[in-house]
């Protein structure tokens, strides 16, 4: 004979097994200690980020920045025409050592009989303005097309002089050719993505006439080998994140091809021993980035995965169902990642 309370219980397991998986927000038993530093331990440059919204007040944003210890932000939303003006004058302008601007390109144009040569001019014109690099968005290769509907490849001939004229005149350029490996896969029940992908359906690259993941790699690996004199920065960890020895390998491959860690905290978290492995060893080849709006609590969650071994810890993203881990990394590491890259590789930076 079944008592109430039996029964009671029962219905209550039931009720569990139909949780949906949306629902599902488990809270950890794991008692950890939070070493989150209030700033960084060295001064910081952020070589990637987007400052459009910050024009109205950049004093409010130095502010901030003081008080995280962020020497200095480059700011990728230069553009070109009034738009570079406009980023020039209310940020470089006012506050020189504060701010870098990078200035972009319209690959819209790339059929134009003088693309290549108008181009390079435009962006010669734009570092003589003020502008300390040039930045690269994933629309060159999964967004622009041509008359006949095709994507532009970023490995594209007609854009050699754009890369040329960005090795002459010493500027790098910040690249970004793809998205996480699963944004690639299908949706289903195996893609880890499966909560962020369905927030942003238009970040699924999956099927249609889309490029695979590793061709948009090596397309961008292309280019860098066609231009050994042009610095490219490749955003997001190559945008391979989650295959870091593979990253390690065409840093040794290409001398010219350098990193940063923008919005893959997340990833680099949850394995911390390779993670740790691949910033020591390629110290000098990764530059500190956030690619999110400039907010406390973003910068100190960097700072503790940089900085402390502070174990299983919410990273702050939506992009998996997963924690990270400290890496714990030596100062001399830390300067390098945090400033020392960027003020060799970013020309007009200093500390």
Known sequence: MIDAKDSRLERETMSNRDLLLKDFRPRTALVTEDHTPDRARLPVIDAHNHLRHALDNPAELIALMDALNIRT?????????????????????????????????????????????????????????????????????????????????????????????????????????????????????TNERWDELHQHPDWHFYGKDYPSFMELIEAQLRVVERHPKTTFISAHVLSYAENLRYVAQQLDRYPNLFCDFSARMGELGRQPYTSRWFLIEYADRVLFGTDISPNPKTYRIYYRCLETADEYFDYGGGQGRYHIYGLDLPDEVLRKVYHENACRLIPGLGL
């Open 73 to 189: 932000i480059v700011d990728l939303d230069g553009g070109w025409g009034d738009q570079l003006d406009q980023h020039l004058s209310r940020l470089k302008a006012p506050y020189l050592d504060r701010f870098a601007v990078f200035a972009w390109v319209d690959w819209s144009e790339v059929e134009e009989p003088d693309f290549g040569k108008a181009w390079s001019s435009r962006l010669r014109a734009a570092v003589q303005a003020g502008a300390q690099g040039l930045k690269v968005f994933k629309s060159l290769g999964l967004g622009y097309r041509d008359q006949e509907g095709h994507l532009i490849p970023v490995d594209d001939r007609r854009l050699d002089p754009v890369w040329a004229t960005a090795g002459e005149v010493g500027i790098p350029v910040l690249i970004h050719s793809a998205d996480p490996v699963a944004f690639f896969w299908p949706l289903d029940e």
